[in-house]
């Protein structure tokens, strides 16, 4: 196995750095959003161990956000199961779904892939919202009673965040050694010529497997411990398709097949996000601003920040996997 | 009882025929470009608002209306594949449906600032037909006829037609149409265009029948997608069956079972398909 | 003997790409497939490495039946091959693109040595300045000896070239040819693809010469230049045959 090296140090400390900031200053409003910056990187990193290694679009791969936030959520609401053994198991259910899916879609090449996972992901929507006994598209709502478990609202808020820091780490360090390992050039191998790479010897049907499952593992803890402390879960928010597309917005605007570019990713994209929001000008229109920008991205700097950089910049190229 | 079913299988094959006009677009539009046009909802869409907007600001009768949906909708579509597709027609198909989903973003967008989100409705009436017990709304049949003679049409134009042989030869070949002296750039442009303003009358058809959100086309788009899926990517007569077998399934099938399942087994559908049969039931190109 | 065909037919639909093909083939030989275009040659590789499973017939590799065999299996139990439209990794290095090949070859190996056996492999094949360049940035040429490498780099028992000589000038023919010895007097048995007359029958111990699918000649490349059938069968194409005729002369 290989040893760390510069690059994953400076993007780990960098992480961390963003993770004390609100654990200092004791600020609820920078603790929120620093929450979503950790769960946004967490999606981007996730997904980029199959689209961004592996080549293969998943459009609907929000669906095990989804998945494994329903899983923790009922644990928790109907046999009250602690709060860090559910979301496992809502992770590892979501992880189970994907590879016992990736068995039949995983053949699916190209396009007609990207369509599966959205069919997916809609199928699964809207079979939820027909189980009445998980709430139905009304969803469940927790009784305020359920933090008391974890000390109350307040301490379960920040039971969450620390959580969610924890996840995001182990996500970051999983997708550095992906990178690094035989079973990353494996798949790297796949996501240029996926013919080329059977006949170079690559088992290509389980390691896309493989890398279908990894990437839905980390989605659907994360979905459990946002949900936990959202309070509620309903099918429109547990596997809304705009999700889906922000996170692949997220890994492409970073630079796809890198592990620093989803992470940058996904601060830039929180960042424009919270700028257009806050802008009395932009507010009504930051859909069709983020559209324009995303359209500008995808003509112009296709391979993200990070890919951008490394191309110009060659002396700095290994300090930016 | 009986004729609750007949009532039903009519008014699916007639939803069924519009759903499988939205379809064809965006059918044409894989089988030409290889693109699959996430816009194709916003289209709808923006379909829908264009021909109430005609109706209401300047009092044009709908179906007449349609004549300038189609032109806008030409226009439209060669000058979004010029701005956002043609730079990106030979990446990876990720750049593609980024590139039209960011257009769709735009759309919405602007269409929310505008008409926000709340439902708009085309107050007309053509009267209805009844025979026995059975009474079909005239603007229903209108949608159906209507959308069986744009498919004819387009049927004659990519076959009848130079300019539409020369897109089947782009479908079936792009390097080789190329040598051939056809001008694939404007082929490809042509055939977004013509994608766009079957997607956009399709719309400004279903505004005919059924309240709208400038929201509303995601929800059409997804079922044209069932629908692709179904009568084969890059079919357009395939499109049309599709079409009808989904209007089918959403009118027939919730005679049985609650409404709130159709999706659940649209989409099962689209996914075993997909997997058992991705030529489509009928299979073929364009 | 290393590999054994065994009366396989493979076909598409109505047309039969290969009719009852058998071979045999020893170890450390240097074997010529030839025929006119749509013979079936890089049908046959395709059934060999697993790409296609024939509907007749057995494929026996080292004492192995590899007939209908996934591809990364047959892969790892000793046949490499090329590919007549070269597949480079493009976004990937030139080594990375080698290690590939070494990683999930015969031997199966970790990275660390992948990366000494593709450095070796790109020293001989001539790469090894080219190294850290992504391989998409490679010309035609280089293209062709990089899928060479890889193929070398899996350590293979059985080499199946197909058509590496094709878009190559003279000079880089000559160069190619002497990599190719090289590699078979290195112990690896080669099975190759050509065009180019001249050079196959120079290379070649032993060549199979197929046409609309069957095998119609087999033998010495002096004895298969002689035989009348396969004359016959590329007068259907009379560049090669002009060629076959020139070497006579």
């Known amino acids: 196995m290989k040893k760390p090296d510069i690059s994953l140090w400076w993007i780990t400390i960098a992480v961390i750095v963003l993770i004390v900031i609100p654990v200092v200053t004791k600020s609820p409003i920078l603790r929120e959003s620093v929450f979503l910056i950790l769960l946004y990187m967490t999606l981007a990193l996730s997904l980029n161990i199959i689209l961004g290694y592996t080549g293969y679009v998943s459009f609907g791969h929000i669906v095990y956000y989804g998945i494994g936030g329903y899983v923790t959520f009922s644990l928790i609401y109907f046999y009250g199961i602690n709060l860090i053994v559910a979301m496992i198991i809502g992770g590892l259910f979501a992880a189970a779904i994907a590879y016992s899916l990736g068995q039949a879609i995983l053949k699916l090449r190209g396009a007609y892939f990207a369509i599966a996972t959205i069919g997916v992901n809609e199928a699964v929507k809207a079979l939820v919202n027909n189980l009445d006994a998980i709430g139905g598209a009304e969803g469940l709502y927790f009784n305020i009673k359920v933090y008391n478990a974890y000390g109350g609202a307040e301490n379960a808020i920040w039971l969450s965040y620390y959580l969610m820091s924890a996840l995001i780490i182990i996500t970051l360090i999983v997708n550095w050694y992906i990178k690094k390992s035989k079973f990353g050039l494996g798949l790297m191998a796949i996501r240029e010529d996926e013919d080329a790479a059977i006949i170079l010897g690559v088992d290509t049907r389980k390691y896309k497997s493989l890398a279908y499952m990894l990437s839905a593992l980390f989605p659907g803890i994360a979905g459990g411990i946002f949900f936990f402390k959202n309070g509620n879960i309903e099918p429109e928010n547990a596997f809304h398709l705009v999700k889906s597309i922000e996170m692949i917005f997220m890994v492409m605007l970073g630079g796809f097949g890198t592990v620093t570019g989803p992470v940058l990713g996904a601060l830039v994209y929180e960042r424009i996000r919270g700028l257009l929001l806050i802008n009395p000008l932009f507010k009504n229109l930051h859909i069709a601003i983020s559209g324009v920008v995303l359209l500008l991205i995808v003509l112009f700097m296709p391979s993200g920040i990070i890919g951008y950089v490394r191309e110009k910049i060659a002396k700095i190229r290994r300090y930016i996997e | 009882m009986i004729d609750v079913w007949v009532d039903s299988i009519i008014g699916g094959l007639l939803l069924g025929l519009v759903y499988g006009l939205a379809a064809i677009g965006l059918n044409l539009i894989w089988g030409v470009m290889k693109v699959i046009n996430l816009s194709h909802g916003a289209f709808m869409a923006l379909g829908m608002f264009v021909i109430y907007l005609l109706f209401t600001a300047f009092g044009i009768f709908p179906y007449f209306g349609l004549v300038i949906v189609i032109g806008l909708g030409l226009v439209l579509g060669m000058l979004t594949y010029f701005v956002a597709l043609h730079r990106v027609i030979d990446a990876p198909e990720l750049s593609t449906l980024l590139a039209t989903f960011s257009v769709s973003l735009f759309i919405i967008g602007v269409g929310t600032f505008v008409f926000t989100t709340i439902p708009y409705a085309i107050d007309i009436s053509l009267g209805s037909i009844s025979f026995g017990n059975i009474t079909i709304l005239g603007t229903k049949v209108a949608t159906g006829l209507i959308s069986i003679a744009f498919t004819a049409i387009l049927y004659v134009f990519l076959y009848k037609t130079r300019l539409g042989k020369a897109i089947r030869a782009v479908s079936m070949n792009r390097v080789a149409a190329e040598l051939m002296g056809v001008n694939t750039t404007f082929i490809l442009a042509l055939s977004f265009g013509i994608g766009i303003a079957l997607a956009m009358s399709a719309g400004a058809l279903i505004a005919t029948i059924f309240p709208f959100t400038i929201l509303s086309g995601g929800v059409y788009e997804l079922k044209s997608f069932v629908i692709c899926v179904l009568g084969g990517l890059g079919s357009p007569l395939g499109a049309l069956v599709g079409g009808i077998v989904l209007g089918m399934i959403e009118n027939v099938v919730t005679l049985q079972i609650p409404t709130s399942y159709v999706p659940v087994i649209e989409f099962s559908i689209l996914v075993l398909i997909l997997l058992l049969k991705p030529s489509g039931l009928l299979g073929g190109k364009v | ?249």
């Open chain 3, 1 to 249: 003997m290393i590999l054994k065909v065994e009366n396989v037919t493979k076909r598409f639909g109505g047309l039969v790409a290969l009719n009852k093909v058998s071979f045999t083939l020893e170890k450390g030989e240097i074997l010529g497939i030839i025929g006119p275009n749509g013979a079936g040659k890089t049908t046959l590789f395709n059934v060999i490495c697993g790409v296609y499973s024939p509907e007749e017939g057995r494929i026996i590799f080292s004492d192995v039946d590899i007939t209908g065999l996934p591809p990364f299996k047959i892969t790892r139990l000793g046949i490499a091959r090329t590919h007549q439209v070269v597949k480079p990794l493009n976004d990937l290095t030139v080594k990375e693109n080698v290690m590939v090949g070494a990683c999930f070859g015969k031997s199966y190996m970790g990275l660390e040595d992948a990366e000494k056996i593709a450095e070796g492999v790109l020293d001989t094949v001539g790469l090894k300045e080219r190294s850290e360049l992504l391989a998409g940035k490679l010309n035609v040429p280089e293209k062709k000896r990089l899928e060479l490498a890889r193929a070398l780099a899996s350590q293979p028992t059985l080499l199946l070239l197909d058509e590496v000589l094709a878009g190559l000038n003279p000079l880089e023919v000559s160069k190619m040819l002497e990599v190719i010895r090289k590699i078979r007097d290195n112990g690896v048995t080669i099975m190759m693809i050509e065009h180019l007359m001249h050079a196959i029958m120079n290379v070649s111990d032993r060549i199979i010469v197929l046409d609309y699918g069957a095998k119609i000649a087999e033998g010495k490349p002096e004895e298969v230049a002689n035989n009348p059938k396969v004359i016959e069968a590329y007068l259907g194409d009379p560049d090669l045959a002009l060629k076959l005729l020139k070497k006579e002369g």
